[in-house]
């Protein structure tokens, strides 16, 4: 018997295009495309941008300017829980610059000292503190949940998101009982 080279070349390029086509489309379309509808539909969300791994989620996400940062990372978090099996890695994108840059490099000492030892209500009056210190046109915005603290700096130039996840109270028993 004798097999033809042409033909099965063809076979395996028709195949391979329908295969994998098939699967590219559905991913836009029955994943990426709804994903990023849904994000963009959140109120305070200007524009959100989606990569599908095999088992994360990246989110990208741009709010509009007066948008509160407690409000809207939540309400993501739960349309990227849709897709199942799939941890979600959501990046707030913001304009910075070097001045916010430098100046959460020098808050961020009291801020990590403040989530250690659970003190949350100290973090927003370093925060203004530091910010009137400073001087200028620094704004300054903390918030919490029982998920994350959500930290928001603002100047006339540039605006930066930081969410740094809060550590749940461990319960259990003591050691020597």
Known sequence: MRLRLIPILITIAVSSTVLFGGWFVYRSVA?????IEQVKAIDGVADAMVDIGRDQVELQVQLIQDASLAAVYP???????ALHGRDARIEISGESDQALDAWWSKALFDVAQAMDTMQYSIIPERLEELAREQGGDLHVISEIDDKNVYITLQNEQAIKYIVLPRRPVMMGVWPNE
């Open 31 to 35: 994943l990426e495309d709804p994903l």
């Open 75 to 81: 309400k993501i978090e739960a349309a990227a829980s």
